[in-house]
């Protein structure tokens, strides 16, 4: 097994000398603070289904770091209006490259609306830029679609997930157990197709990062 760290942990780690994976909030920690503007990730934490009390620390570092995160927006096992609607609380900015609806991770679509779209890394770097030289603001969701060929509809997917919460409430799995065994759960009842399409998608935020820390680089 291994140990998750988020940005609340990293203190203690630093302090003991012993690792962990990074989640998102600890990640952009660590970016901002070596002055790296832009990662990726397959998708960010939110709020959880049923428990509007239980919200990923994810969303509140992103409202105060000033990093990109490209992702394949939130992951499809939360709550994804509460977790839009979280965003936009927090003042973190929500921009959709090449898409008008906040993407469901393993789906191009959610029917959740984004206010603001880009089509190009060249106008998403420019706003970055704008918000955190002129403005002095916190973080960017660049919400990127999983590639079309690679998506599990909506509606294949949406029963899978169901039943994988189903699961873990009568497992009593909770915390930082749930996220593990809801990927675990979904990948046994897709046959392997959830963990190909996170590849996939993990891959495109992958070279869509890139292209947007290029594109940064040269306002610079």
């Not at 909030?25 to 002055?35: E, H, N, P, V, Y």
């Not at 832009?38 to 409202?63: K, M, P």
């Not at 906040?102 to 779209?117: K, M, T, V």
């Amino acid at each position: 097994a291994y140990r998750k760290a988020g940005a609340a942990d990293l203190g203690v780690h630093l302090a003991g000398g012993t690792d962990a994976a990074t989640t998102v909030s600890a990640t952009a920690t660590l970016a901002a603070r070596a002055g790296i503007r832009v990662f990726a990730t397959g998708g960010i934490g939110g709020v959880h289904r049923g428990d509007a009390a239980d919200v990923s620390h994810d969303l509140t570092v992103l409202a105060r770091v000033p990093v990109a995160v490209v992702s394949a927006g939130a992951k499809a096992i939360l709550d994804l209006p509460r977790t839009l609607e979280a965003l936009e609380t927090l003042g973190v900015l929500v921009v959709g490259l090449g898409t008008d609806e906040l993407p469901a991770f393993y789906s191009r679509r959610s029917g959740l609306r984004l206010e603001h779209r880009v089509d190009d890394v060249a106008a998403l770097a420019a706003i970055c830029d704008a918000r955190w030289r002129g403005l002095d603001q916190g973080g960017v969701l660049v919400c990127n679609p999983i590639p079309e060929a690679a998506e599990i509809p909506a509606e294949d997917i949406a029963p899978v997930i169901a039943r994988a919460l189903d699961d873990a409430d009568r497992a009593g799995v909770a915390g930082k157990a749930l996220t593990p065994f809801l990927l675990a759960r979904i990948a046994e009842a897709t046959a392997g197709a959830s963990v190909e399409a996170n590849r996939a998608l993990a891959v495109h935020d992958a070279a869509v990062g890139g292209a947007l820390a290029v594109a940064l680089a040269a306002r610079a």
